[in-house]
Structure formats: C-alpha cells, structure tokens
C-alpha cells in the first residue's frame, strides 16, 4: 500500500469515527440528551452519570475535546464541512438539543414533583445512582489493589464535598472564573453536581440571582461582564477536564472507571430521601432568600435522618417503590441503548 493510500484511510478513520451515529441514530441520541438535561437541573444529580449509563461517555469526551485550535486548520483545509465532521456536529446538535428540552422538562415537572413529593423522587434517584455505581464498577476488567485505593479515594472526596460547609464566595473576577471551571465538572463526572458545586463556593446565589438574571434583563455592563468570565471558566474547566478524562482513558481505564464509581457511591449522601433543612440561603445583608413566588426559603445545608425524624410525610411505602423503579431503570437504560 502507497504511503498516500495510508494517509487517506486514517483521515477516513478520523471522519468514520467523528461521524458516528449510535443505535437508535438522532432521535436516541436527543433522548440521552434530554435525559441529561433533566439530571442536571436536580441538586446532587450529575448529567455526566446519564452519559455514562446510556454508552455516550467517552463519546462525550472526544466531541468536547475535538473543539481546538487545530480546527483552524481542518477550516483552512476542508471548510465549514470540516469542521463540522471533526467536533462531531451530528452528534452534538441533537444532544444539545436534547438537553434543552430536558432542562425545560426538569425545571417545570421534576421540579414540581420535588416540592410536592421530595422523599419518593429523591428515593428514585438514589437508586438509580446505586445502580449507576454498580453499572460502572462492572465496566472494570479486573480489580487489583490500585482500583480498590482510587474507588474509595473517589468515594471519600465525593463524600466529603457533601458535608463541606459552604465558603462565603468572593465577587472577584478570578474567582469567578475559578467557579465556573470547577462547577462545569458536573457536566462530565458522574456523582458530581455542578450547582451543588457553586453553593459550596457560595458562589450560586451571586451567579445565579445577581448575575445572571439582571444580565439578561437589563443587559446591565457589569453584569454581562461578570457573566462572560464565568462562562469563559467554563470553557476553560470543561476543555481541560475532557481532556484529562479522555487522557485516562486511553492511558488508565480501570482506574478511572473505579474513580468514576466511587465518586458516584460518595454523592450519595446527598440524595438520601430523607433531608431535614438546617440552613437556608442568605444575601449578602444575612437575609433568607426566598424562591421567585416568595412562598419557600432556599435551603443550603441539610442532615439525614431516618423516616421518624423526618419532618414531614415520610413516605415510606412510595420510597421503597421509587427506589427500586430507580434502581432497574438504569438497567432498562442499558438494554434500550445496546437498541
């Protein structure tokens, strides 16, 4: 074979592999989306656990990683079209897509079923990230002592970023860069939540209330600032972090894999069913902050308890259905998207 034969059969294998379209084509890969999208709008659930449990993970983290500066040279040389084939355009569009629609969804159904029954769907996440752990923990091709030290070191920093008290943040433009590289995570590790992830910071009523929403009423300069850097550190953290990821990989799949699984065991003290509020969100003056309706405080800390100390209707009955329901989905997920 012509040394110029080789060079066109690995560009067609680049292409081949950025173009791929997974059982199920657009539609199942908007269903995944949309499913990620809902994940993310839920405290302590993490759309990069929908990733992994529906086969589009690693998929995930080559798309994210395609977007560099070699794409300057995939335009130079093939245009528009390059480009498109080398982030995986296809691909990306109906996720995307899909997660806006899931987004809309989780903000005004799952949302609403919170508020009204937060026991029984705290119950049906929970297991369905139990189920998740074991899902990927059986993605492990061998377990050796190395895998066993990461899986727990996973599980302790998931663990302990659950029970850190939350820090007063900082208005600073680096720091809210910084917010935005490390909140992005949870787009791409399991068990991790980014909004979880900016109140910790304290940083999620000043993003969320004071930023974000005057910049896009106002358009107020110094909010948009604010906004534009803490979207630049998301870009920077999400490029770094898929890169990293990917990294491992190719290089220390089980480790990762077991990593991955103990962060996901680890955040699961943060969808125990049953939560009693121990504080609640204050501005700047120490004031609570209340929902958008004013008729809820926002909370920021809770402590497990067992249905008798719960405060409120326990549940029980629907908790024990939802968890299980919670636990075979992940496995229904599976089947569905080998199809």
């Known amino acids: ?145 190395s895998e066993i030290v990461c899986l727990i070191i996973g599980a302790l920093v998931a663990y302990g970023i659950t029970v850190i008290t939350p820090s007063n943040g900082s208005e600073s433009l680096p720091f809210v860069f910084l917010s935005g590289a490390i909140a992005i995570s949870a787009l791409i590790l399991p068990g991790i939540s980014g909004s979880f992830i900016l109140l910790l910071m304290g940083m999620y009523t000043f993003i969320i209330s004071d930023t974000l929403r005057p910049a896009l009423t106002t358009l107020a300069p110094d909010k948009l600032l604010t906004l534009g850097v803490f979207a630049l550190g998301c870009i920077v953290g999400l490029m770094s972090l898929s890169r990293v990821l990917s990294w491992t990989f190719k290089n220390y799949r089980n480790i990762t894999l077991a990593t991955l699984t103990g962060f996901m065991i680890g955040s699961l003290n943060k969808i125990w069913p049953w939560r009693n509020p121990t504080e609640w969100l204050r501005d700047a003056t120490g004031k609570i902050i209340l929902d958008d309706d004013g008729s809820k405080k926002k909370i920021l800390m809770e402590e497990n308890v067992f249905p008798a100390g719960y405060n409120g209707d326990p549940m029980t009955i629907a908790v024990i259905v939802m968890l299980i329901l919670g636990f075979i989905s992940v496995f229904l997920i599976e089947k569905l998207g080998k199809h």
């Open 1 to 145: 074979m012509k040394k110029s034969d080789l060079i066109d059969t690995a560009k067609a294998d680049k292409i081949n592999q950025h173009s791929e379209v997974y059982k199920g084509g657009p539609v199942g890969t908007a269903v995944r989306g949309m499913a990620m999208g809902m994940a993310e709008v839920i405290p302590g659930v993490s759309g990069g656990t929908i990733a992994f449990i529906t086969g589009i993970y690693e998929k995930l983290l080559n798309t994210i990683k395609a977007f560099s500066p070699s794409l300057l040279g995939e335009f130079k040389n093939n245009g528009i079209k390059g480009i498109w084939n080398a982030v995986n355009g296809n691909f990306l569009l109906f996720l995307l897509g899909g997660m806006v629609g899931g987004v809309v969804v989780g903000v005004f159904g799952i949302t609403y079923l919170l508020e009204t029954y937060p026991p029984a769907v705290w119950a049906f996440f929970f297991g369905l990230i139990v189920a998740s752990a074991i899902y990927i923990g059986r993605q492990i091709s061998k377990w050796t002592i």
